[in-house]
């Protein structure tokens, strides 16, 4: 019996340790107009399956302050993270992310969206890759 309830707590710990975990400052870059890149910033924080954040995607031009936008419906499954932002001012759309966390970075799909980080209609998915800030 004492194997049993051992072998049972190893293996809650192991799936413990392996634990994906989002967590985080995370850092992309993705092409702005003409020859420009945009920085983007995205914040995480991962309890369980959810998560929650935001993501700044643009600029204040009257502050240059990043414009934070708030994430929603963040899921993990595995080592896949799933979530959707809206964006737009007079016509707001989602934007739709799906990233695969591998070591200390997220590679993304993005879709939806017109004209902003996504995929505007009528185009692909674009992809990206988000690094870990350290």
């Known amino acids: ?3 049993l309830k051992l ?15 989002f967590s985080g ?3 992309f870059e993705r092409p702005g107009r003409g020859s420009t890149r945009v920085t983007t910033i995205l914040i995480l924080n991962q309890v369980g399956n959810e998560v929650e954040g935001t993501i700044s995607s643009r600029i204040d031009a009257g502050t240059g302050s990043p414009n934070n936008t708030e994430i929603l419906d963040g899921k993990v499954e595995g080592d896949t993270l799933t979530f959707y932002v809206w964006t737009g001012r007079d016509r707001p759309v989602k934007v739709y992310y ?3 966390l591998s070591g200390e970075e997220i590679k993304f799909t993005v879709t939806g969206g017109a004209g ?9 998915p674009q992809q990206f890759t988000a690094k870990r800030a350290k």
């Open 1 to 3: 019996m004492r194997v």
């Open 7 to 21: 072998s049972f707590l190893l293996g809650i710990l192991a799936v413990m340790v392996s634990a994906t975990n």
């Open 25 to 27: 400052k995370w850092i």
């Open 98 to 100: 799906k990233g695969t």
């Open 116 to 124: 902003g980080p996504g995929a505007g209609e009528g185009q692909g």
